[in-house]
């Protein structure tokens, strides 16, 4: 099982960047897919979820209007896109995979948001 994620990088305020995590090893159309972020020092929380259909997706609330997920079944692919960009957003970025069994994580991308 992998998942690699990437498109990370340094931003200025009020930038926009494009996450994507490549799946492979498992069927990536039966999982829930999320993004999580951890800044340091802080706990890792939950930037957004789409369901395995791609049909239901759910942000946290300082994420909403401005980060959009999205998913590409047919190429495995679950994607972040994230403007308006605040140097509170910098963390590392996870991609997850879940179902009702197995829980899966990426390695992580860095975003760093600054001037």
């Known amino acids: 099982v992998q998942l690699v994620a990437s498109g990370g990088g340094l931003v200025q305020p009020g930038g926009s960047l494009r996450l994507s995590c490549a799946a492979s090893g498992f069927t990536f159309s039966r999982y829930d897919m999320s993004w999580y972020r951890q800044a340091p020092g802080k706990e890792r929380e939950l930037v957004a979820s789409?369901?395995?259909?791609?049909?239901?997706?759910s942000y946290a609330d300082s994420m909403k209007g401005r980060f959009t997920i999205s998913r590409d079944n047919a190429k495995n692919t679950v994607s972040l896109q994230m403007n308006s960009l605040k140097p509170e957003d910098t963390a590392m970025y996870y991609c997850?995979?879940?179902?009702?069994?197995?829980?899966?994580w990426g390695q992580g991308t860095q975003v760093t948001v600054s001037s």
């Open positions: 789409i369901n395995s259909s791609g049909t239901i997706r």
């Open positions: 997850n995979a879940r179902s009702s069994w197995y829980d899966y």
